[in-house]
């Protein structure tokens, strides 16, 4: 009979491992699961314009050698759909730009990116390759890990967060609890006056970084039944990303 308990834990406990690092977002060694460099705590979004891409446009290559046609296709749906929605320009790097160029490639796992914002310098993006539709192929995953190059945080981690949303720390593995901690005043943070957004696509889904398969993140008010949705940029996302690059209409 002990034998047989133990079984059971060591099958549920494997099941709940698995889960969490099937998500290509939510990886182990990456600040918040999708950020190589632990970066600058802004609490949403990036307000200091030294961060924000030069004359709001990015330099970027796709890595020629590391998608099919189908899925390159995908990354420039995900380009197109923000240019759409903003004055924000993705614009193929010259030979002479690659050194501050964003560089979009398939050689990691997960899907993540180096930095937050604009660095004066070579940034990258890893999309592990998926089916369209699954993993760092969902639109919303790519949509994701463009704005962090734009300069987003996840929107857990914005400071008012704790009047949107419960962090459950019982039911989060310890090693991950920096993860969620948002206790950093001593940098700018900024919602560009929008608010708290469930919806966001910058958003951890409700069971991120569980270690029993409960949630760990609850919502405290109506409207989140698409909390952690990676589908589509939210209004509010659009409306912050005019406003912090300072889109016409927007000043």
Request: net charge negative.
């Given at each position: 009979m002990f034998s047989r308990t133990l079984a059971v834990i060591f099958l549920f406990a494997s099941t709940v491992l698995s889960e969490l690092?099937?998500?290509p977002e939510l990886l182990e060694g990456f600040y918040q699961g999708d950020i190589k460099a632990h970066p600058i705590r802004t609490r949403n979004g990036m307000v200091n314009k030294i961060y924000h891409w030069p004359n709001q446009t990015v330099q970027y290559i796709i890595d020629k050698n590391a998608f099919a046609g189908s899925h390159h296709r995908e990354i420039l749906r995900a380009i197109s759909i923000i240019e759409a929605k903003s004055c924000v320009i993705?614009?193929?790097?010259?030979?002479?730009?690659l050194t501050k160029a964003l560089v979009i490639t398939s050689k990691g796992k997960g899907c993540n990116s180096v930095y937050l914002g604009y660095r004066n310098k070579q940034h990258v993006v890893n999309l592990q390759i998926f089916p369209l539709g699954e993993g760092c192929f969902r639109i919303g995953s790519i949509i994701h890990e463009l704005l962090h190059v734009l300069g987003f945080e996840h929107q857990h981690v914005a400071q008012n967060r704790d009047k949107y949303v419960s962090i459950q720390w019982k039911n989060i593995d310890p090693q991950y609890n920096i993860n969620f901690v948002n206790n950093d005043n001593s940098t700018g943070w900024h919602?560009?006056?929008e608010g708290y957004d469930y919806e966001s696509v910058m958003h951890y889904v409700p069971k991120a970084f569980s270690k029993?398969?409960?949630?760990?993140?609850?919502?405290?008010?109506?409207g989140?039944?698409?909390?952690?949705?990676?589908?589509?940029?939210?209004?509010?996302?659009?409306?912050?990303?005019?406003?912090?690059?300072?889109?016409?209409?927007?000043?």
């Open positions: 690092f099937n998500d993705f614009k193929p790097a010259t030979e002479t730009e919602d560009f006056d029993n398969g409960e949630p760990t993140i609850v919502p405290l008010k109506d989140a039944a698409n909390m952690g949705q990676r589908l589509y940029i939210s209004e509010k996302d659009i409306r912050k990303l005019n406003k912090m690059y300072r889109c016409p209409g927007y000043v």
